[in-house]
Structure formats: structure tokens, C-alpha cells
């Protein structure tokens, strides 16, 4: 079992950048798939980046490409999701989350582990 706490949420100007890391403690980090979703206020959770075991592979939602990467460092247990060029329709509230796989998983659904989400508000 891995439990997930996420943080570096936060206010942020259109056009800002915001880090966001979700520490990851319990078992070894290695062998899960993660992910970062967000959800924003009367809008359903979607998927927004997500990475298998090792990083070598990654998937990005068409709205965000090009402007957020999702990186992992399973030794100090540690998905991290760097957004750029921030838009007011990224507001949302954004939750990390890991399945026990070794292979990516692109689906709400396929996610076991949630953290309890971190607050971020792009400003116009």
C-alpha cells in the first residue's frame, strides 16, 4: 500500500509556472504506475499526465501538452509535475495518484491510491 500527499499548489498569473510534488511513503515506488489528475469545480475527474514505473513513458492530455511535464524519482519517492504557461482553465484542484503496475495507466478508473489533492488557481 503507498499513501500520497501532494503540495506546491497555489495562486498564479496566466502565463505563470507552478511545480507540483506528491511524496509518496509506504512501499517502494518503483513498482507503481502514476499519475496526476484534476478535477474543476462542476466537472468530472480527467486525467492529466501520467508515467509508468520508470519514466520512460509518459502520456499528456491534449490540453495540456507542450506545457506540463510529469517526471518521478522512485529513490526518494517523488512524482513531480512541472506546469508552464498556465492558463485560467487550468484551475482545478490536482490529485496524484499510483495502481501497481509496471506498464502506464491512462484511465480514472485504473487507479487504486489517491492523494488528497492541492489547490491550483490560475488567475486572468
Known amino acids: 500500500q503507498v499513501q500520497l500527499v501532494e503540495s506546491g499548489g497555489g495562486l498564479v498569473q496566466t502565463g505563470g509556472s507552478l511545480r507540483l510534488s506528491c511524496a509518496a511513503s509506504?512501499?517502494?515506488?518503483?513498482?507503481?504506475?502514476m499519475g496526476w489528475f484534476r478535477q474543476a469545480p462542476g466537472k468530472e475527474r480527467e486525467l492529466v499526465a501520467a508515467?509508468?514505473?520508470?519514466?520512460?513513458?509518459?502520456y499528456y492530455a491534449d490540453a495540456v501538452k507542450d506545457r506540463f511535464t510529469i517526471s518521478r524519482d522512485n529513490a526518494k519517492k517523488t512524482l513531480l509535475l512541472q506546469m508552464n504557461s498556465l492558463k485560467p482553465e487550468d484551475t482545478a484542484v490536482y490529485y496524484c495518484?499510483?495502481?501497481?503496475?509496471?506498464?502506464?495507466?491512462?484511465?480514472?478508473?485504473?487507479?487504486?491510491?489517491w492523494g488528497q489533492g492541492t489547490q491550483v488557481t490560475v488567475s486572468s
Open positions: 495518484a499510483a495502481e501497481r503496475s509496471y506498464k502506464m495507466v491512462v484511465t480514472t478508473g485504473g487507479y487504486d491510491y
Open positions: 509506504g512501499r517502494t515506488l518503483s513498482t507503481y504506475a
Open positions: 508515467i509508468n514505473w520508470s519514466g520512460s513513458s509518459t
